[in-house]
């Protein structure tokens, strides 16, 4: 059985899939008061558990380890290539106007480095940036919205910057949302709820759900 502090998902031989809880690190930050996290938690079960990809810490949901350097560099591979389908849940501020199926917004991102690790839309120096979403349908009583979201592109807070861009952020987001919204919740309401990949090693079409607790 897994401890209370880690949610295995799927354990083989060349991957870990894994639900981090929000206010959690990913990997481990600078400083001794940041070293749990929870590519720490996994390797101490299973300490050829390599990352891959990342998660913000206020953000909660799937992420997979590989197990080994080959599964590593498959599965980086596959991220980088765009080869994986990746879904995220998120309650923002208002009623964004609900587009025929998905809508996208494609705003260039940079860091914003008086401010980090905040980004800003930057139209002539930014990374080119795509997130697609949708409207599930209301929350808080009509007053925010319940949205899926695929980020094309994976910049670093992309849904977050992005949504905020437009005029919905994020209900809980400390450093996007104003005052007001940020205080709407106790955490960000952004989950990763569904990955989609081939298994580095076999080739198997695998797909792994995890609910929103929110």
């Given amino acids: 059985m897994s401890p209370p502090d880690l949610t295995l998902l799927h354990v083989d031989d060349a991957l870990v899939v894994v639900d981090k809880p929000s206010g959690l ?3 481990p930050g600078r400083g001794p008061d940041k070293q749990d996290c929870l590519a720490a938690r996994v390797q101490a ?3 050829d558990a390599l990352v891959v990809h990342r998660l913000d810490m206020a953000t909660s949901g799937l992420m997979v380890m590989a197990r080994g350097a080959a599964a590593q560099r498959a599965l980086s591979i ?3 290539a765009r080869a994986l389908g990746k879904r995220y849940l998120a309650v923002v ?5 609900a587009p025929q199926g998905w809508g996208a917004i494609e705003l260039p991102l940079i860091g914003d480095w008086p401010n980090r690790p905040r980004q800003i839309v930057d139209r002539e120096r930014g990374r ?3 997130t697609r979403w ?3 349908g209301e929350a808080a009583g009509g007053a925010c919205s319940r949205l899926e979201l695929e980020p094309v592109t994976g910049r670093s807070h992309q849904l977050r910057v992005h949504l905020a861009a ?4 994020i209900v809980g987001d ?3 949302a104003p005052p007001d919204v940020q205080a709407q919740a106790s955490r960000l309401l952004l989950h990763a709820w569904s990955l989609r990949f081939a298994h580095p090693v076999t080739g198997a079409a695998l797909e792994f759900d995890c609910p929103a607790p929110f």
Avoid: N
């Fill in 128 to 130: 080119p940036s795509l």
């Fill in 78 to 80: 596959a991220f980088a």
């Fill in 25 to 27: 690190l990913a990997v």
């Fill in 166 to 169: 437009i005029g919905h952020p």
């Fill in 93 to 97: 501020a208002g009623r964004p106007e």
């Fill in 45 to 47: 079960r299973y300490p």
């Fill in 174 to 176: 400390a450093l996007y």
């Fill in 134 to 136: 949708r409207v599930l």
